[in-house]
């Protein structure tokens, strides 16, 4: 270090009886030499050696000025200054280094103080008071504003993307002897002016506030053990052993996290509301462009959830728990509608899940834009479910094998096989709004009307043993399927059954074809074919769709009393129709019982063999034809005129 100025004052020894030699100097030079001065000033022992461990760079001025009375040494006092100019200074082992420090610290034999240093930490400007409180050792108090792009070299990209703004902190410090942290390091902030793009509970915006605190906590030599809180949200506990794995616990929705008894990351606590929908549709692409790794620390989640919002339904008082399976994870899920597994395995590029369920009721979808809806995920999945719910009405067994594909995943297969019938598909769900879904249907039933009454459509129709095969499409994902959309074709087949008195309301589309309103519709009275329920021997035709529309030319109904052809279009989304219908009444049993009456037996038996070999020309010749248009509920009934026969030619 380089002297001067130095005035020393040296009394009259003979001449004065308290004698004492002032000493009012200057010195330049590096800045750890000033720290030496200290460790050997009587200041060093003051304040229980705290500056034993600082290690520091850079140049100092030190101001000192010394009384000594020459009789009386152990009265001596020193007081001084040492002036930073650009120095650097690391605290403790454990600590961060201080850099580009300017400004004063002042001491005297019994304290040291400072006000207002100026000085970077981890490359955020900050501010440093420094304090000697009677027998406490120094208190170090640091506070500073940092901006999103100042914590990059200290957070995860992922996360990093989702902060924006600043945020002011406080860092408050307790030190003894040798630089040891005493009462351990508190950081804390209300995190006003950052804001954070994440789903409920973590997201804020800038003006909102959240506190934080963070708190390294004294340990031995080599280990750190902290503890973090953000509001009521979350309770983290953590340690950081120098030889092994980290240990850390986290507690969410309030309480405080225990210690974690073996290495990992650990989580659980309860939530009254979490929107899974929400966090999954979270993009976590990093600026490297892929995706971020499940923590490979992470050991076990349990969590209790009082309502989760998962593919835009609602499930309650539901218990997670996941934890590592292999390579991959098992998660359990038990609630009020759901309970099993599901196993997720490493695939190409991602996971392969295999959902096992017990029982699963969905509970009702809620109207929410796409983004946030019922878009299936993709990854190769296959899930079984053993008794299948919905609206309270039970399914059966479920099965559906699917995996990635181009344009939105493919269906491999899929079942549902309630006790009263088998439906399966097979195709392609579109993954986006303009792309095109597109399924191959087969349903077989033995007894329509109990299928129906199992969908919540009871009293409908009786018996009807039913095959229906054909292909259905529309634009979009399983979200936007609506009838106004489909297209496709289908045949159909239904054997034995009957159409039953029905309330139009309940069902519409059903009492289009059972007929039911025509006898209030038309003047001859079809009350014993059609009012009560038309009994069908055999139902059987095709079914074109196009934009909403079902169109059919050939939709025949025979039944003992009657045989109907349908053709024309049913509007599907406005629930409107465009009919033609040719009745056919079976009147031929009738004529040949009142032949025999009149003409006896041979002439009975005569028309019936006539009616069976000519099939039914009787009712042939007195078919009608009608129109069927306007809604379902009341459509309007108008009788075709029949074209009288060709005139016979002239002879």
């Known amino acids: ?46 304040t229980d050696q ?42 403790g082992p454990s600590l961060p280094m201080l850099s580009q420090m300017q400004g004063v610290l002042n001491f005297t034999d019994k304290t040291v103080q400072a006000q207002g240093i100026q000085l970077r ?45 600043s945020v002011r902190w406080l860092a408050e410090l307790g030190m003894g002897g040798s630089g040891r942290m005493q009462g351990g390091l508190q950081v804390s902030s209300d995190l006003v002016g950052l804001g954070i793009d994440l789903p409920p509970p973590l ?51 309030g309480g405080e996290a225990g210690e974690a008894s073996e290495s990992g990351l650990w989580i659980s606590g309860n939530l009254r509301t979490l929107d899974l929908d929400a966090w999954r549709n979270q993009s976590w692409e990093t600026d490297a ?20 919002l998962l593919f835009n339904r609602r499930w309650h008082d539901t218990h997670v728990r996941m934890q590592p399976n292999g390579k991959g994870w ?48 993709r990854v190769p999945l296959n899930l079984s479910v053993q008794e299948l719910s919905a609206d309270k009405r ?16 493919r269906i491999e297969h899929f079942l549902l096989a309630p006790p009263e019938g088998r439906l399966e598909a097979s195709g392609l769900v579109a993954d986006h709004p303009q792309r095109p879904t597109a399924l191959n249907l087969q349903l077989s039933s033995p007894n329509l009307g109990r299928l129906l009454a199992r969908l ?15 292909s259905l499409a529309w634009t979009g994902g399983l979200e936007a399927f609506s009838p106004a959309t489909l297209n496709g074709d289908l045949d159909v087949l239904v054997k034995q059954g009957q159409f039953l008195k029905v309330d139009p309301g309940a069902a519409r589309l059903i009492g289009v074809f059972s007929l039911q309103a025509l006898p209030r519709r038309i003047g001859l009275d079809f009350r014993d074919v059609f009012s009560q329920g038309f009994a069908f021997d055999e139902i059987r035709g095709a079914l074109h769709l196009e934009k909403g529309a079902a169109y059919t030319r050939n939709l025949r109904m025979d039944g003992p009393s009657a045989k109907i052809t349908l053709s024309g279009v049913i509007g599907l989304a406005d629930e409107t129709q465009n009919l033609t219908l040719h009745i056919e009444p079976r009147l031929d049993d009738t004529v040949a019982v009142a032949s025999a009456l009149v003409g006896g037996p041979v002439a009975g038996l005569g028309a019936l063999v006539a009616s069976k070999v000519l099939k039914n020309p009787f009712g042939q010749a007195i078919g009608f034809d009608y129109s069927v248009t306007g809604n379902w509920t009341e459509p309007v009934v108008r009788k075709i005129p029949r074209k009288p026969p060709p005139a016979a030619p002239e002879e």
């Open 330 to 377: 098992q998660v359990q899920v038990a609630g009020r509608e759901a309970q099993g597994e599901v196993i997720a395995t490493p695939d190409a590029g991602g996971h392969r899940i295999t959902a096992n369920f017990k029982r699963l009721n969905l509970p009702e979808a809620e109207s929410r834009t796409a983004a946030t809806a019922t878009s299936l995920p």
């Open 289 to 308: 462009g892929g995706p971020i790794a499940a923590p490979a620390l992470l050991r076990q989640v349990s969590l209790n959830l009082g309502e989760a």
């Open 203 to 253: 997201g804020k915006t800038r003006a909102q506030p959240l506190s934080l605190q963070v708190n390294q906590l004294p340990a031995p030599e080599g280990d750190t053990r902290f503890t973090a809180r953000i509001g009521n949200l979350v309770h983290l506990r953590g340690q950081l052993p120098p030889q092994s794995e980290p240990r850390l616990n986290v507690r969410l929705g």
């Open 1 to 46: 270090a380089t002297l001067g100025p130095v005035h020393v004052e040296i009394p009259d020894l003979h001449s004065t009886i308290d004698e004492a030699v002032l000493v009012d100097g200057q010195a330049s030079g590096p800045a750890q030499t000033f720290i030496d001065f200290i460790h050997r000033s009587p200041v060093h022992a003051h």
């Open 50 to 91: 705290f500056t034993e461990g600082f290690r520091t760079s850079g140049q100092g001025v030190l101001s000192l000025k010394l009384n000594l009375p020459v009789r009386r040494m152990a009265d001596a006092t020193v007081s001084g200054a040492v002036a930073l100019q650009q120095a650097s200074l690391k605290p």
């Open 394 to 409: 039970a399914l059966g067994e479920l099965r559906l094998r699917m995996s990635p594909a181009k344009g939105g995943q």
């Open 456 to 470: 919540g459509y009871e009293d409908m129709v009786k018996g009807g043993e039913t095959t229906l095969n054909g």
């Open 121 to 165: 930490v981890l490359d955020m400007p900050a501010t440093l008071d420094l304090s000697t409180p009677a027998n406490q050792g120094v208190r170090i108090s640091l506070r500073g504003e940092a901006d999103v792009e100042a914590l990059r070299p200290h957070l995860p990209a992922a996360l990093l993307q989702r902060l924006n703004g």
